[in-house]
């Protein structure tokens, strides 16, 4: 089972931007799906972003236009990009993978599941 390892976030202030990196090991990375999603407090897990293996994306609709999903097949690592970031975008920031190379906007298609991190927006 691919483990994942999340970094990158922190505490900024409105406009400022973030780059998260998830570090993938324990399987083929170019073969996954990989996507972002994010846990407010208090909240459900929401997606944000996805990538499949052969670099289609999608967006959630409270980040298209400000965030950017990539991925470095080399360095088996999925980043995003956060740009012009809202207090509202403050949450904790996750990655998971998907199988066969696409992805799912629902967050219990998954069962693996980085720590997180934490991304902290101040107004």
């Known amino acids: 089972q691919v483990q994942l390892v999340e970094s990158g976030g922190g505490l900024v202030q409105a406009g400022d931007s973030l780059r998260l990196s998830c570090a993938a090991s324990?399987?083929?990375?170019?073969?996954?799906?990989m996507v972002w999603f994010r846990q407010a407090r208090g909240k459900g897990r929401v997606f944000v972003a996805g990538?499949?293996?052969?670099?289609?994306?999608r967006y959630g609709d409270s980040v298209k236009g400000r965030f950017t999903i990539s991925r470095d097949n080399a360095k088996n690592t999925v980043y995003l990009q956060m740009n012009s970031l809202k207090p509202e975008d403050t949450a904790i920031y996750s990655c998971?993978?998907?199988?066969?190379?696409?992805?799912?906007?629902?967050?219990?298609?998954?069962?693996?599941w980085g720590q997180g991190t934490q991304v902290s927006v101040s107004s």
């Open positions: 998971a993978a998907q199988r066969g190379g696409y992805f799912s906007t629902s967050d219990y298609a998954y069962d693996a």
């Open positions: 324990g399987g083929i990375f170019s073969t996954y799906g």
């Open positions: 990538i499949t293996s052969g670099g289609g994306t």
